[in-house]
């Protein structure tokens, strides 16, 4: 324990355990049964005794354990090399023990398995009751985990009861250890085999004594005093050499005492000084009186130029005003066109449709206005053809026979039937022709119809997956939902800062800078900003000017993000007495988180955002707004759907969805995806559909050429019929009675004519009616749209009077700020001024107290300060030269004060030393006669319970005790006292001597304290008769003491021991004889 006492030499002694003067007293005359400690019987122990071991690459052994020993009585039973005494050793080492005490190995490398990296050996302490070290902390055990490298270095950790790593340095080890009375190197607590098989065969007096004292702890106290009286030693020369240096230190200070007393005066030169500092001081309050009044007159002209900054702010108030009132006028005249167009629209398509009805109208009159017409030329014809024939006929009466007539007249009659048949057909395909035609003119307007909605689908189509690409390239930088171009547009601008082209870097968009608080209000707050979404601010207009010129070229075509040119303020607006405070909704400021301030003053100076309200129902919205008092400054207010709400009107959003501010991109492109697909199929649906009318145009068009194919054979195939008829007719005799039926014909064919021509006039009447109605629609409908078109063109130019409006407005309120800013400047510097004057003010006031303290009466200096200080530097010179001749004033009082100063501490020390020289000499004689009389009274006490153990096996013995020469003999008889006289142990045999040596390690265990005692083959020269005396003696004294742990370490089986649930037995396997020797060349027990 050499090393614990020199890393803990004060705490040593105090927590060392002193052996108990009452355990004597107490026992004497009750025999070795009745051995205890003060404390009284414990069901077991609390603190210090030893609850599992665990070994790893320990020796020779890969794995041993974890064993969990009982709080009393333990047999460790195991043949040869079964790990018995690798447990001893790995109790020993992992307490701290050196490698030599465990007389296994020189060196800790030695314990690694061979073929190992490292050994592994856990210990559990128990830590409980009113003795716990550290319970907070550790909890109710203390695990004890101890790391061997092979090349012998060893790693602590010590761990709480719940495996919490709580310290790994070996001075927390050793403070336990000493907390517990743990000593791994005495041989009471811890008595190994080697140590044991020495002591047996010792034939020293030396060394039994040096094992009494070990034991007792005697030798750490005597180890302990040599220490002290070493440490008076040196205490006692380190006075003397004071003493020396004293004598030094007293003839220094005489001489510095004598050089004061001899010290001249330069106080004539010093009081001159002095006088000259006084009138320093007065003439310094001079001069900052001088400058104060200057500034005094700088403060009154600047805040006399501050009117002129008040009327450029009013001037350009004055003008906000008036570009909102024409900002208002426009505004009311777009509201006015806007309405009218809307009323107009309705309208016009009524007139649109009313063209198209009369246009079909047209077109069937016009058809049948044409069919009528191709009947009376085709009665003309045969009118003409009939006639020809009557005229043929009367020339070639004379040329017919009545055979020939005969046959003719039957073949005519045949013809007339086929003609006739003929002509229903050719009436028939005519109504079949007219249907066709009605057929393919109503399916081409469907088809032109369709064709047009199933354009603005895919283009609805179109723009949706130019939105669905932008968010989906908006999950990995939200960048992109401002515009394909705006990454690239932000890394140049990166770019033109780090190569120094802008003063400040521009801020934007100014979209991507804010943050929603509530996604809900993500399509008000893009509908109240709009383009300001995209917008960039810029600190001055050259900065402005490199933005544009990099817009350019990020952004070629197409509509270009605006630039705001306002100065860079690092603190936010004070807007407490403009903001509207709701305490139902919040603002579009409050709405939003903005980091930049540069952001938040942008959108306060160009959209108002801290006057505009957010209010998620538009039944809310048109209450708060509508209702006859609207909140305190809130010009307007915007709802969840983008509705814009005034006082007196309301606009409803186009805008459906969010494109900028949305949070859930994978929720919008999902969204966006389901309408994609949605409108698709409607577009496939329109496209199916327009291909089936397409097919019934092919097909009715095909009707429509064949109907007009046969309509031409038919009638074609007629005219042929009627041409035969007519020369047959021709040839037959002209008979009046033959010719009287084609002049009937003739007058028939003349009447149908009239009447064809009488109906083809009407349906030529007819189609000029609709002819003219049709225009007349298409007049009306063509007005209608001119009207709309040119009501429509009159919004363009106020929507471009407004814009620009707009833009006078937002530039006015920029001069407005701009002149705002100038002034509030302005008086910031005045502001400035005024506190420096204050701070020259009270500079004045304390340069003038402090002049007073120097000198209480002003004096009048007509001299600079400059010229004063010249002066004083001057004398302070001259002094310094006086004073480098005899030597320095100061100097000399402070070398004589610290002189005498050191000479008394000095004084003082070497006063201390020997007192406590003196003292410590006293506590050492009173302790050295304690620690004599503690020796004597322990050895007494040691002969007393040797004596009554022997005499449990009927031996008798003595033992001597001679402390000068630090021995110890030790005789015993194994017969009666009075039959056999004492001999030396040396005589005895194998088992006596192990007997006996029991016994004397019995004695030293009712002096000596320690929570647990191991014991490694104390039987082993022990005969059955011995070995069950001492087993039973030994049981005894556990049973007795069961607050303390007993550990034996034996090769028998122990099957002789009575059943006791205080006693627990361990049993080892047998060794595997395959495995090597141990590195250090030793068996294992």
């Known amino acids: 324990m050499s090393k614990r006492k020199s890393s803990q030499t004060s705490e040593g002694p105090r927590k060392r355990v002193r052996p108990s003067t009452a355990e004597s007293s107490e026992n004497e005359g009750e025999g070795i049964c009745s051995i205890q400690d003060s404390r009284g019987d414990s069901a077991s122990g609390e603190v210090g005794i030893i609850e599992k071991i665990f070994l790893k690459n320990f020796m020779c052994h890969s794995l041993l354990g974890p064993f969990t020993f009982g709080s009393n009585v333990n047999f460790v039973v195991g043949n040869n090399g079964s790990g018995k005494s690798a447990i001893l050793t790995a109790l020993i080492v992992g307490l701290g023990g050196k490698a030599q005490t465990t007389n296994r190995g020189s060196s800790l490398k030695g314990f690694v398995k061979e073929g190992e990296s490292s050994a592994e050996i856990s210990i559990t302490l128990r830590n409980r009751g009113q003795d716990a070290y550290k319970p907070d902390v550790f909890g109710e055990s203390i695990t004890i985990d101890l790391r061997i490298s092979s090349e012998g270095l060893r790693t602590y950790k010590l761990k709480s009861n719940t495996g919490y790593l709580v310290s790994s340095k070996k001075e927390e080890l050793v403070s336990i250890l000493d907390h517990f009375s743990i000593q791994v190197d005495n041989p009471v607590s811890v008595l190994t ?136 006028q426009f505004h009311n005249q777009l509201e006015s066109v806007t309405e009218r167009v809307q009323k107009l629209q ?93 057929a393919c003119t109503s399916s081409k307007d469907n088809l032109s119809r369709m064709r047009r909605e199933e354009q603005d689908l895919q283009r609805a189509v179109d723009s949706k997956q130019r939105d669905l690409s932008a968010l989906e390239g908006s999950r990995h930088g939200g960048l992109r939902r401002f515009g394909e171009q705006m990454p690239a547009f932000l890394a140049a601008i990166d770019e033109a800062h780090r190569k120094g082209q802008f003063r400040k870097k521009p801020v934007g968009p100014l979209g991507f800078c804010i943050r929603l608080q509530d996604a809900d209000y993500a399509l008000a707050v893009e509908s109240c900003l709009k383009a300001l979404m995209l917008a960039f601010c810029c600190d001055n207009y050259a900065d402005e000017r490199v933005l544009q010129a990099l817009m350019i070229r990020s952004f070629p075509q197409g509509r270009r993000p605006q630039i705001i040119v306002s100065e860079f303020i690092e603190t936010p607006y004070n807007i407490s007495n403009r903001a509207v405070n709701h305490p139902e909704f919040p603002t579009v400021l409050q709405a939003l988180d903005i980091d930049n301030p540069v952001v938040a003053n942008c959108l306060i100076d160009m959209r108002g955002i801290e006057t505009v309200l957010l209010i998620k129902n538009s039944k809310d919205a048109r209450r708060v707004m509508q209702g006859g008092n609207p909140p305190r400054n809130c010009r307007e207010a915007f709802t969840r759907e983008g509705d814009q709400v005034y006082s007196n009107r309301y606009y409803s959003s186009d805008q459906q969805r969010a494109h900028y501010l949305s949070r859930d991109v994978e929720q919008e492109i999902r969204n966006l995806q389901a309408a994609i697909r949605t409108q698709e199929t409607q577009v ?199 004073q480098e001749q005899h030597g320095d004033r100061d100097t000399i009082i402070r070398e004589y004060q610290e002189s005498l100063e050191s000479y008394n501490i000095t004084a003082q020390q070497v006063k201390c030393l020997k007192h406590f020289t003196h003292l410590l000499g006293k506590i050492m004689d009173t302790r050295h006669d304690v620690y004599t009389e503690m020796r004597r009274y322990l050895s007494v006490r040691c002969k007393y319970y040797f004596d009554s153990m022997l005499s449990q096996r009927g031996y008798t013995g003595s033992m001597t005790f001679n402390h000068k020469t630090e021995a110890l003999s030790i005789s015993v008889q194994p017969g009666e006292g009075d039959k056999a006289a004492l001999s030396d142990m040396r005589s005895l045999s194998g088992g006596e001597r192990s007997f006996s040596t029991v016994c004397f390690v019995l004695s030293l265990w009712a002096i000596a304290e320690a929570p647990f005692r191991c014991l490694d083959e104390f039987d082993v020269y022990m005969d059955m008769v011995n070995r069950r005396i001492s087993m039973d003696m030994m049981l005894k004294i556990a049973a007795s003491q069961r607050y303390r742990q007993f550990i034996f370490l034996t090769p028998q089986s122990m099957s002789s021991l009575p059943v006791n649930n205080l006693i627990r037995i361990l049993r080892l396997k047998d060794p595997d004889r395959s495995q090597s020797v141990l590195p250090f060349g030793q068996q294992e027990a």
Not at 257 to 283: C, G, P, R, T, V
Not at 322 to 328: F, G, I, L, S, W
Not at 389 to 411: F, G, H, N, Y
Not at 782 to 805: C, D, G, W
Request: some cysteine.
């Open 346 to 438: 309705p309208e016009c398509g009524q007139y649109r449709s009313r063209a198209q009805e009369c246009s079909k109208a047209f077109r069937t009159t016009e058809a049948a206005f044409h069919r009528q017409k191709t009947a009376v030329r085709d009665l003309e014809r045969d009118k003409e053809q009939l006639a020809r024939r009557i005229s043929e006929l009367k020339l070639s009466i004379t040329q017919s026979s009545a055979a020939d007539s005969q046959a003719r007249v039957q073949q005519m009659d045949h013809l007339q039937s086929e003609l006739d048949a003929l002509i229903f057909q050719e009436t028939t395909l005519a109504q079949q022709i007219d249907q066709f035609q009605q």
């Open 684 to 882: 496939q649906g329109f496209r199916q559909q327009v291909r089936d009318v397409q097919d019934n145009i092919r097909q009715t068009e095909a009707l429509l050429k064949r109907a007009l194919n046969d309509h031409k054979t038919v009638k074609d195939r007629c005219r042929k019929l009627r041409l035969e008829i007519n020369d047959l007719r021709n040839v037959e005799e002209p008979q009046s009675e033959d010719l009287k039926p084609l002049e009937d014909e003739l007058g028939e064919l003349s009447s149908r004519l009239d009447a064809c021509r009488e109906e083809c006039e009407a349906a030529r009447q007819q189609m000029l009616t609709s002819k003219r109605v049709h225009e007349e629609a298409e007049q009306l409908y063509r007005q209608h749209r001119e009207t709309l078109n040119s009501v429509a063109e009159e919004a363009e130019p106020i929507k471009e009077e407004l814009s620009k409006s707009d833009q006078e407005v937002e530039k006015s309120k920029h001069h407005k700020k701009h002149y705002e800013e100038k002034r509030k400047t302005h008086i910031a510097q005045i502001q400035t001024q005024r506190n420096t004057l204050e701070e020259k003010e009270q500079q004045l006031q304390a340069s003038t107290e402090k002049a007073c303290e120097i000198s209480p009466e002003r004096i009048d200096i007509r001299r600079t300060a400059k010229s004063l200080d010249t002066e004083i530097n001057h004398l302070k010179r001259k002094i310094i030269t006086q």
């Open 193 to 328: 085999q080697e140590m044991s098989k020495h002591f047996l065969h010792s034939k020293g007096e030396g060394d039994k004594y040096r094992f009494f004292m070990k034991a007792t702890q005697l030798e750490q106290m005597k180890e302990d005093y040599n220490y002290i009286m070493e440490t008076k030693t040196v205490t006692q020369n380190t006075v003397e050499k004071h003493e020396e240096i004293l004598q030094d230190l007293r003839r220094k200070y005489k001489q510095k005492e004598e050089k004061y007393k001899n010290l001249a005066s330069i106080d004539d030169m010093q009081e001159k000084l002095e006088k000259l500092k006084h009138q320093m001081a007065w003439a310094l309050v001079s001069e900052m009186e001088q400058e104060v009044e200057q500034m005094r007159k700088r403060t009154a002209e600047e805040e006399r130029s501050t009117v002129k900054y008040d009327q450029k702010v009013e001037e350009w108030k004055e003008k906000v005003a008036e570009a909102e009132q024409r900002y208002k």
